[in-house]
């Protein structure tokens, strides 16, 4: 067994890094060569976390190699098969034993260098996560660039959190509040939205941060993200304002569907019983009808809606994620 070193496990690092990679085997060794390079000069205990997310090369193989390093406190965490970045990103933050902790790409388009300076700047203007930007994205201008530019906006517009790059990886949170936020589906994207449903967004910052253009393999992301995106975005529009209450929104719009029916039924109440005309043929009455029975079916989504809110919260502290092995140093 090897001796103790300053990030021995008996005792609690100050800082986690967690890093979701994916079919990464060129680039995972000199991801680990630079984080360790970038936290020599760290003055307090750091840990590794490599979450791999069903990799089907090497990725795990090579990370393995670097299990045991003097001044190195790896864990990989392999999850059973691919259940996606945000889904890997929970599973890194629920395995982290940090005060603080940071999130960055497997791909090295993220400089670890930054990192110390992150943390130095989130200690010293006391927030609870402090986001990167990338003020010198080295991405394709009409692929990456512009979507992800309207995007920033459209969300900031909707949410309340304004950042300029949403999609940056590289984070830095208290430990404490982001244990609070469970990641769904592909939400790693609006992490800063969550964090705000948790503290004043006020205590959430950003601070421009190194970018580099891709060196190894090809991007998992295309065009067809954008329109994810926006589903996406859609969803935490509704939780933010919804989560615990699905039945008001549900219910609101049902109620004002049922009121325009009740209109359009009682026009057509006095013009065929009172004023004598005709309304079978009418395309009004079919409006009508559609519009109540629409009014009936949102409603009764809303309570449905209400019974499975319960429901989730009752089991909110269920995985999205099942872990395959877990390898760390003795």
């Known amino acids: ?32 060569e630079r984080v360790a390079e970038a936290m020599l000069s760290a003055k307090t205990g750091w840990e590794l976390i490599l979450v791999d997310d069903g990799s089907t090369d090497a990725t ?8 045991g390093r003097a001044g190195l406190d790896l864990k990989i ?24 902790i940071a999130t960055l790409d497997g791909d090295l388009q993220n400089d670890p260098k930054d990192i110390p300076m992150l943390v130095a700047e989130l200690e010293r203007r006391e927030l609870d996560l402090l986001v990167g930007w990338r003020k010198n994205r080295q991405d394709g201008l009409f692929l990456r660039k512009v979507p992800s530019w309207i995007a920033n906006r459209l969300i900031g517009k909707i949410t309340g959190v304004r950042l300029h790059d949403y999609g940056c990886s590289l984070k830095i949170y208290r430990a404490s509040i982001i244990k609070q ?34 060196q190894y393999g090809a991007s998992k992301y295309g065009i067809s993200r954008t329109f994810r995106v926006i589903l996406d975005l859609l969803s935490v529009m509704f939780f933010m304002r919804y989560k615990a209450r699905p039945g008001h929104f549900f219910g609101s719009l049902g109620l004002g569907l049922g009121a ?6 009682t026009y057509l109440f006095i013009d065929k019983f009172i004023l004598g005309n005709d309304i079978g043929a009418r395309p009004m ?26 429901l989730y919260y009752r089991d909110e502290q269920n995985p999205n994620y099942i872990i395959g092995k877990i390898y760390k140093s003795e």
């Open 1 to 32: 067994m090897s001796e103790p070193t300053a990030n021995s496990y008996e005792v609690s690092p100050d800082l986690s890094l967690v890093v979701p990679i994916f079919n990464e085997e060129d680039s995972v060794g000199p991801l680990i």
């Open 60 to 67: 795990i193989a090579n990370a393995r190699t670097y299990i």
């Open 77 to 100: 965490v392999a999850l059973q098969r691919n259940f996606g970045q945000t889904a890997a990103m929970q599973a890194g933050i629920d395995a982290a034993k940090g005060r603080l």
């Open 181 to 214: 936020v469970k990641l769904m589906g592909e939400m790693h994207r609006f992490i800063p939205a969550w964090v705000a449903g948790v503290v004043p967004s006020t205590s959430i910052g950003e601070m421009p941060v190194t970018h580099h253009a891709r």
């Open 260 to 265: 325009l029916s009740a209109v359009i039924m």
């Open 285 to 310: 009455l079919m409006v009508g009808v559609a519009l109540l029975l629409s009014s009936v079916q949102l409603i009764t989504t809303g309570i449905l809606a209400e019974m499975i809110a319960r």
